[in-house]
């Protein structure tokens, strides 16, 4: 990545005698769209109370249901209380100060695509704005909030979820600052839903401020990208789709963090603990963050997408022409058209991820532990980070480093509760830093995990968190690689369909669309050909290069936990004809951590999230069909489907493992 | 003789039914209208551009650009327009100097020769109706007023003009003429006014046949007034300045009075469907109409009687009403007039922006209480509007000013977003009054306030005179055309911001950085309103500015049927918006319109919509 690009907002700051003095200063904000009549935050709610559509729907209640209409206008005035967003300049201001004090103290530098922001700017006037940041932290909202207020862009309106709404004071912080909130998806209230729905209508139609919107729905504990949610998308395209706006232009954000604040927690919940609760007490607890020293961050603002540009010509086709426009709603063909861009925005956001040097030495310290080799000497690691830097670039990886020496030296730093270096200037994982003090083992999600296995689990967890974001870029090549190493001398069709199947079958992992599925393949084969990673014989078969071996260890283990829990989720799927969501959860992790005791499996594969995500695809795949169980979800399940997966998996699980077993590790470290 | 009578009769119309056979007898007789417009056109208007040849912008370079407009027919006339050249700069960045001028009007043997056969002219010329086979006079017969056509004459030739013009008289001369044709498998095309803007009459490049042009203009007579039943039977060919002319010395007006009225005529008005400036009082063309003949090759199509209403099957009116010269030729209409009103006054209104003046325009149409007249101007209109306001003087650039401060200052409208409101108020005296009570009452709540009954006044006056600001316009490399649409009143906020929006992201991707878009909503209904669209731009390097321009607001005209509008208001489909009519009407309609088309002309002799 071209370093040039980015600045850190922080560095002028640095320079400061007040930072007091730049948080007053005099806003000229650019807005996004400009409006005839200036919208209020109330002149919005208001608008929404006296829209017709909703009018019609109250009265309709009323006549039902026999409610005095009074009482209904006050239900929906409760509402739109309880979502809208306010202004308050000087919380604003005053949240800008703080922020910068912190930032000052807790990172290295905020670093932004400013010639990006410039250009955004310049588009920015003449029809709704939509930021769509990436999600991995907290964090997110509020620097989201300080890069507009640095740059001079209007605070956004931020969709927040609920449990925000509920901290004491926060809520209003946040409020006031712009977010308006958001149930989850859950709850039936119709009354609630039609308002916000039209709460947004407005919002995106006589609004004048940005509009920001996570479109994965809510923070990815695994630090990469998740499927996208396509509600509050279709809410906002709606206006679009019925020309009550000359367009929507989307601005896709990569906030990239070098250490996420909530690593430790996202490894606890990936394995089955639940989230605790939003508090203020927690949040003021968790202010300890600023003791701590979390690196640089990255905001790579992409370049903004004209929805209108990338529906095309379908907007001018539809025919909603009759009828009055506030009855309208998006047709099922409307809905289809939205998944493409919603998967066009993540793809970009994964595009402009951040790597960092602590990425790439996980993925090597991973592939370094999992393999019954020496702990890597301190120079043996820096040339693989070199290497390995090299190949992930011609994967279009950005990766930031400046000086290889001290950027390792600063990865060791930041990340000192992961990774150390052991007394003899060997790399390896922190494992006795794990509190389990706190962990109330009936509440977890999955299997009552042993204190034991949890010890065991957490630091590979922890690590896999810094491993994840590389795999994008290298998911497509790895799953050609373990093809191409169970199937030698495969045809470039035969390879394909085999990819094509696993492709799929990670979907929710590894996110894609299913049109770019095949252009992947293509760009994927042509690089490792590029590569010599694989070669095609004169009888156009492909094989793998003999001199790659360690690139194709380390493609392979960097998957190899996800193939892992996919084949047990499978293998538990296939002794059922229906059985609870919860259940299954359980007896994969058991299953799991009984074959841990025999040889090395990766603690990774324990992980909740990748068997929802199987359980996902199998659904999408329609193996499986999700039904509402008396205990939550539960599945029906089509055996001879699962089995057919899961016999087109099994040859990718690798026999018997290479890894060293966990005791052995731990024993040679006590040594 | 006539302008005797009319003495009598003027205001007498309510005065019992005892003098009504009496009237009636009296204007039996023809008028033999004398059109302001000549047989050959050219003599009086222009050949390469919209209006009176004596009427022009003019650009003086002197120590000190002035600019009027020249001759003495419009009220500007001869005044200096000191606005006009900063803003010309600032809009378009554009420096009067340098015009690209028209070429001259072409030599003889420079027209596309005729393909005529010597036999067809002998059948022809047998028929004893005034003739010409002239290339300028054919050629002022292939085009109507778009911008194609006006780039075209300035700068090059049409490939295919009618090959003879032939001019009836009456009813009886078209049906020969039609009849002949039907013989020889001879193509028609009918003229009127000239003042088309959608293509229609422009000859079919392909057509190997011949093509006769049948101007229409010396059938212009009216044949009868009838002040019983308050009907006007009159020939196709008469223009508008001329019919109202005629008829406001009977006391009388049809109160049609569409922007091109001084020169387009009744059939045209006819065969597109066309909609006045007044129709909140009178109505559209459709609601004039109380009978018309139309010659088709299967004979004449009318109906027996001359009655309000009928109720008899689809009403045939509606296959005459719009079928723009495709299905017969339209001969003799039977229109409405009306007793001139008393009293007629204009008004202004001031808005704070655009939506309160379109929600003030959707009260008024919803409580039914137009005036003859209501339209607003957006923000670039307005503006614009201020660059034909003659130079004031020191007194009146000082009242301008403390204007513009009271509204700005004192009533916090943003000189940017301020639009306003014209008003045409007829009636008697005491209608008026309650009108405008109405009226400015409702604007009062939406923020508006009135500004007045010269700017009103000059708003409509300045309706005939933009038409002339194109020649200039192209003279200094600017092209621009206007269009409009109609649509429901939920939808009218938002198409006109999308379709602005969308023409600017056209011209960006076009690299076209100087340009205007600007719309104003000219009629009102109970269920929706009119929009008039202005596009313009500086076409500087741009190769092909025409097609350019037509690419852009075909665009715009995509954007505006998805949008919720519709193809064209009262312009019609022409051979420039073919492409959304099927859509428009079905494809049920569409057969439906190809059904009556062979039903009527079925070897094509007229042009055809789809």
């Known amino acids: 990545m071209n370093l040039n690009d980015y600045e850190d907002i922080l560095e002028p700051r640095r320079f400061d005698l007040s930072h007091f003095f730049w948080c007053s200063k005099k806003l000229n904000s650019v807005i996004a769209y400009k409006q005839n009549i200036k919208p209020t935050p109330s002149l919005l709610k208001e608008a929404v109370l006296n829209d017709p559509k909703i009018q019609k729907f109250l009265e309709e209640i009323s006549r039902e249901k026999r409610i005095p209409k009074d009482f209904l206008d006050a239900q929906v005035r409760l509402i739109l209380d309880e979502i809208g967003y306010q202004k308050n300049l000087k919380i604003i201001r005053l949240l800008g100060l703080v922020l910068v004090k912190i930032c000052l103290k807790v990172c290295e530098g905020i670093f932004v695509n400013h010639n990006s922001i410039s250009h955004i700017k310049s588009v920015m006037g003449s029809c709704p704005v939509i930021f769509v940041p990436s999600h991995r932290s907290y964090a997110d909202f509020i620097l989201m909030s300080l890069i507009c207020f640095t740059y001079d862009i209007e605070i956004p309106a931020i969709a927040a979820g609920m449990d925000f709404h509920g901290m004491w004071a926060m809520g209003s912080i946040l409020r006031d600052t712009g977010a308006f909130f958001m149930r989850r998806s859950y709850n039936n209230d119709t009354l609630y839903w039609t308002t916000f729905k039209q709460y947004v209508y407005q919002l995106v139609t006589k609004g004048d401020l940005p509009i920001e919107f996570f479109i994965e729905g809510t923070r990815s504990r695994s630090n990469k990208s998740m499927m996208p949610k396509y509600g509050l998308l279709n809410m906002i395209l709606k206006p679009l789709f019925l020309r009550q706006v000359p367009d929507i232009i989307f601005v896709p954000i990569n906030i990239s963090y070098e250490k996420i604040m909530e690593e430790k927690l996202f490894s606890f919940e990936l394995l089955g603990v639940p989230k605790p609760k939003e508090s203020t007490s927690a949040f003021f607890k968790s202010l300890s963050i600023i003791k701590e020293n979390y690196g640089s961050i990255h905001m790579t603002f992409g370049k903004p997408l004209c929805s209108k540009q990338f529906f095309g010509e379908y907007l001018d086709t539809s025919r909603r022409s009759t009828g009055p426009i506030h009855e309208q709603e998006l047709t099922e063909r409307d809905k289809s058209m939205i998944p493409s861009l919603s998967h066009e925005i993540i793809y970009i956001q994964q595009k402009m991820t951040t790597l960092y040097v602590m990425n790439l030495i996980a993925l090597l310290t991973n592939h370094n532990l999992t393999k019954d080799e020496e702990l890597l000497s301190y120079d043996e690691l820096k040339e693989k980070i070199l290497w390995l830097k090299m190949i992930l670039e011609k994967f279009d990886a950005n990766i930031w480093s400046t000086d290889i020496d001290s950027d390792i030296k600063k990865a060791f730093e930041v990340h000192k509760n992961i990774i150390h270096l052991t007394g003899n200037r060997k790399i390896d994982i922190v494992k006795d830093h794990v509190n389990l003090a706190n962990i109330d083992i009936t509440k977890l999600k999955g299997y009552h995990l042993s204190e034991k296995v949890m010890t065991q689990s957490v630091p590979f967890v922890m690590l896999y968190i810094y491993i994840n974001p590389i795999l994008h870029c290298i998911v497509d090549a790895a799953l050609i690689v373990i093809i191409l190493k169970m199937y030698a001398n495969s045809t470039s069709d035969s390879i394909f369909q085999r990819y094509h199947f696993l492709r799929n079958l990670f979907l929710y992992d590894f996110v894609t669309y299913y049109t770019r599925i095949p252009l992947d393949f293509q760009k994927a084969v042509n690089i490792c050909t590029n590569f010599k990673l694989i070669q095609i014989n004169s009888d156009g078969k492909y094989n793998l290069c003999e001199n790659q071996q360690n690139l194709v260890e380390i493609f392979i283990s960097s998957i190899e936990p996800f193939l892992y829990s996919y084949f047990t989720t499978l293998q538990i799927l296939e002794t059922y004809n229906r059985c609870d969501e919860k259940r299954i959860l359980v007896e994969v992790q058991e299953k799991i951590v009984f074959e841990m005791e025999h040889k090395f499996i990766h603690p990774y594969s324990l992980n909740l999230d990748s068997i929802a995500h199987c359980l996902s695809s199998l659904v999408l795949s329609a193996s499986i069909k999700r039904v509402r169980g008396d205990n939550g979800v539960a599945y029906e399940i089509d055996r001879t489907k699962v089995s057919m997966v899961k016999n087109t998996l099994e040859p990718y699980i690798l026999k018997p493992h290479l890894g060293k077993t966990i005791h052995n590790n731990v024993l040679r470290n006590k040594l | ?610």
């Open chain 2, 1 to 610: 003789m006539i302008n005797e009578e009319k003495e009598n009769s003027a205001g007498n119309i309510e005065n019992g039914s005892s003098k009504l056979n009496q009237d009636n007898k009296k204007f039996q007789e023809t008028i033999n209208v004398k059109s302001v417009v000549p047989k050959y056109r050219q003599e009086l208007l222009k050949w390469n551009g919209w209006g009176y040849k004596d009427c022009r912008f003019e650009v003086n370079a002197g120590d000190v650009t002035s600019i009027s407009l020249t001759g003495n027919r419009y009220p500007i006339a001869g005044k200096n327009l000191p606005h006009f050249e900063g803003w010309v700069k600032n809009t378009f960045n554009v420096d009067l100097v340098n015009p690209t001028l028209s070429q001259a009007l072409p030599e003889e043997d420079k027209y596309p020769k005729t393909l005529l056969i010597a036999e067809e002219l002998v059948r022809i010329v047998r028929l004893n109706i005034p003739y010409s086979l002239r290339g300028v006079d054919r050629m002022l017969r292939a085009h109507g007023q778009t911008l194609h056509d006006i780039f075209t004459l300035r700068n090059g030739m049409f490939e295919r003009i009618p090959d003879i013009v032939l001019w009836p008289t009456c009813h009886e001369e078209v049906e020969k003429i039609v009849e002949l044709a039907n013989e020889l498998n001879i193509a028609i095309l009918v003229f009127g006014g000239g003042t088309a803007v959608s293509g229609a009459v422009e000859c079919p490049v392909n057509e190997r046949r011949t093509i006769i042009s049948l101007d229409t203009s010396q059938m212009n007579k009216i044949l009868w007034v009838d002040e019983a039943n308050l009907v006007a039977c009159i020939e196709s060919g008469i223009i508008g300045q001329d019919l109202e002319r005629e008829l406001k010395a009977l006391g009388y007006t049809t109160g049609h009075e569409p922007d091109s009225y001084e020169f387009s005529s009744l059939g045209g008005w006819v065969a597109t469907r066309a909609s006045g400036m007044k129709k909140n009082i009178y109505g559209n063309i459709e609601d004039l109409l109380v009978h018309v003949k139309m010659v088709t090759s299967k004979g004449v199509l009318e109906k027996n009687c001359q009655v309000p209403r009928l109720s008899c099957g689809p009403d045939f009116n509606h296959i005459v009403l719009g079928s723009e010269g495709s299905l017969g030729v339209i001969t003799e209409v039977i229109l409405k007039i009306r007793p001139l009103p008393k009293c007629t006054r204009y008004g202004s209104i001031v808005f704070p922006n655009f939506e309160s003046g379109v929600q003030t325009m959707r009260q008024v149409a919803k409580w039914r209480c137009q005036p003859a007249s209501i339209r607003l101007m957006d923000n670039e209109q307005f503006k614009f509007g201020m660059i034909l306001k003659p130079d004031a003087g020191l007194i009146g650039s000082l009242i301008d000013i403390l204007k513009k401060l009271y509204l700005t200052k004192i009533k916090g409208f943003e000189f940017d977003k301020l639009c306003v409101m014209t008003l045409l108020f007829e009636g008697d005296e005491k209608q008026v009054k309650e009108q405008e009570k109405r009226v400015y009452d409702i604007a009062g709540e939406f923020g508006g306030f009135p500004a007045g009954e010269t700017n009103g006044e000059r708003g409509y006056m300045l309706t005939f005179v933009i038409a002339y600001l194109r020649d200039i316009a192209l003279e200094y490399r600017i092209v621009a055309e206007s269009f409009e649409t109609s649509v429901p009143w939920d939808r009218a906020i938002s198409l006109c911001a999308n379709v602005k929006q969308r023409i600017a992201q056209e011209c960006r991707d076009l690299s076209i950085r100087h340009f205007l878009i600007s719309c104003r909503v000219t009629q009102t209904y109970d269920a929706g309103c009119v929009i008039y669209f202005y596009f313009a731009f500086n076409h500087g390097d741009v190769s092909d500015p025409v097609a350019t321009h037509h690419q852009i607001e075909s665009r715009a005209r995509d954007e505006i049927i998805a949008c919720g509008g519709s193809i064209s208001h009262h312009h019609g489909v022409g051979k420039l918006r073919t492409k959304w009519y099927p859509q428009t009407v079905s494809e049920v309609g569409v057969s439906l319109y190809n059904a009556t088309k062979n039903e009527l002309d079925p070897k094509i002799y007229l042009r055809r919509i789809i």
